[in-house]
């Protein structure tokens, strides 16, 4: 019995088990290098893509490498893929290949990162703290697959593990929210001063997520905003 105890203390403190909350002013943080200390999170929709938006913030140590966003299936490890890349900038993967958005650094305060994709034209497009940059083509034609692994802090290089301590993510991460479209630049806009515009695939204010290793959930560091969804 005691042994059984002891088991059930070290899972609890690896792992909390999904929740479904609201997340409003709060953040994932990931205080060190690691490959144990992730957050799985849990589409509320579940069917293929045929476009995208991914909204966040994220305030990252900058002296290094690392993933941002990672949405994998059993077909592709990269089938979605937010990274950072110190001295080259921001890719962005679909399906696998990606595109870089070249930035020879990334500023050292948190940064709202938007990024969308559609298949009818394969245009990219990337928006950081509210202002686009060039938008760019990558895999027209393309259907993104369905029974996704969703993972914060951790690059996957097989479904829902494979994970490298060199590109985690060390520093805080949050108000993630994910569309199953395209956000207009006005709609974009409007989520970054606060607004969220009911996100239908993940949503920030009722998140179901799952912590592994030191993630701790800590108030918010960017500018609070307490805008209405619409």
């Given at each position: ?5 002891w088991?059930?203390?070290i899972?609890?403190?690896?792992s ?7 997340m ?6 990931f ?5 144990t ?10 069917k ?21 966003f990672?949405?994998a ?5 990269n089938?979605i893929?937010?990274f950072?890349t110190?001295?080259q ?14 930035a020879?650094?990334?500023?050292e ?25 060039v938008?760019?083509s ?17 690059e996957q ?9 060199n590109?985690?993510l ?14 207009s630049?006005e ?6 001063v ?14 179901k997520?799952?912590t592994h290793?030191?993630?701790f ?14």
């Amino acid at each position: 019995m005691e042994k059984l105890l002891w088991c059930l203390l070290i899972t609890i403190s690896f792992s909390q088990a999904f929740g479904h909350e609201d997340m409003s002013k709060q953040a994932f943080v990931f205080p060190g290098v690691s490959a144990t200390a992730y957050v799985s999170l849990e589409a509320e929709s579940k069917k293929p893509l045929e476009a995208f938006t991914v909204c966040l913030y994220a305030h990252a140590d900058v002296s290094r490498s690392f993933s941002i966003f990672s949405y994998a299936t059993k077909t592709s490890f990269n089938e979605i893929l937010l990274f950072w890349t110190r001295g080259q900038g921001f890719s962005i993967a679909v399906g696998g290949p990606e595109i870089l958005f070249s930035a020879s650094e990334i500023p050292e305060v948190p940064t709202h990162i938007c990024a969308t994709w559609e298949s009818a034209t394969g245009i990219v497009e990337l928006w950081l703290d509210g202002k686009p940059r060039v938008r760019k083509s990558l895999q027209k034609g393309y259907i993104v697959g369905t029974n996704a692994s969703i993972i914060l802090g951790q690059e996957q290089d097989s479904h829902g593990g494979g994970f490298d301590a060199n590109q985690s993510l060390v520093g805080d991460i949050g108000d993630v929210n994910m569309w199953d479209f395209v956000l207009s630049p006005e709609q974009i806009n409007a989520v970054y001063v606060g607004r969220v515009f009911s996100p239908n695939v993940l949503n920030w204010r009722a998140l179901k997520y799952e912590t592994h290793g030191d993630v701790f959930i800590k108030p918010q560091l960017w500018p609070l905003t307490d805008c209405c969804e619409s």
